[in-house]
C-alpha cells in the first residue's frame, strides 16, 4: 500500500515538473526601459535585476530606435545589469529587445518625440517699457530733520 502512495506521489509530481518547467521558462523577465517618451537624442535608461525577476543578459539591448546598443554598465545587489544609451533623432516608437542567457527574450517600446514645427509666422513686437519718472531729491534742512547727530548711547541723560 505504502509502495502505490509513494508512486502516486511521484507520478504527480512529475506532472506538476512537466506542465510549471515550461511555463516559468517562457514567463516575460523583469526590465526596466525608460524613461518614455523622449526627445530626440536624449538619453534613456535600461535595467534588470537577475536575482528579482529579470534575468543575466546575453548581449546589449538593440533597437533601431537606439544610436547604438545599450551596454551593461552598472552592477549591484540582487543580480542588477544597468546601463545608459541615446536615442535617434528621428521622431516614432521604436521596440527594443533584451535576449537573456537563459534563452528568454523580451521587448519594451519606446517612443521619441518630435520638435515642435517652426513657425512660418513673425513674432510679435516687444512692446516698448515706459520711461521712468525721476526722481525728487529732498535736502534735509538742518538737525532737527537729521536727528541731531549725536551717537544714541551717549545721548542719554543720566
Known amino acids: 500500500m505504502l509502495k502505490k502512495v509513494m508512486i502516486g506521489a511521484l507520478v504527480l509530481g512529475a506532472a506538476q515538473l512537466a506542465v510549471v518547467a515550461p511555463a516559468a521558462a517562457t514567463t516575460d523577465p523583469s526590465w526596466y526601459l525608460g524613461p ?3 526627445g530626440p537624442g536624449e538619453q534613456i535608461y535600461a535595467e534588470t ?17 537606439l544610436a547604438e546598443p545599450i551596454g551593461w554598465t552598472i552592477g549591484g545587489n540582487f543580480g542588477k545589469y544597468g546601463g545608459y544609451g541615446r536615442v535617434v533623432k528621428k521622431p516614432g516608437k521604436y521596440v527594443a529587445t533584451l535576449n537573456c542567457t537563459d534563452g528568454r527574450k523580451s521587448t519594451r517600446t519606446f517612443t521619441v518625440t518630435g520638435v515642435p514645427p517652426s513657425s512660418t509666422t513673425k513674432p510679435p513686437k516687444p512692446t516698448p ?3 521712468p519718472k525721476p526722481q525728487v531729491t529732498v535736502k534735509p534742512a538742518g538737525a532737527p530733520q537729521t536727528g541731531g547727530g549725536a551717537f544714541a548711547p551717549m545721548s542719554w541723560d543720566w
Open 36 to 38: 518614455t517618451p523622449l
Open 49 to 65: 535585476r537577475a536575482g528579482a525577476g529579470g534575468c543575466v543578459p546575453k548581449g546589449p539591448v538593440t533597437s533601431p530606435g
Open 129 to 131: 517699457k515706459p520711461k
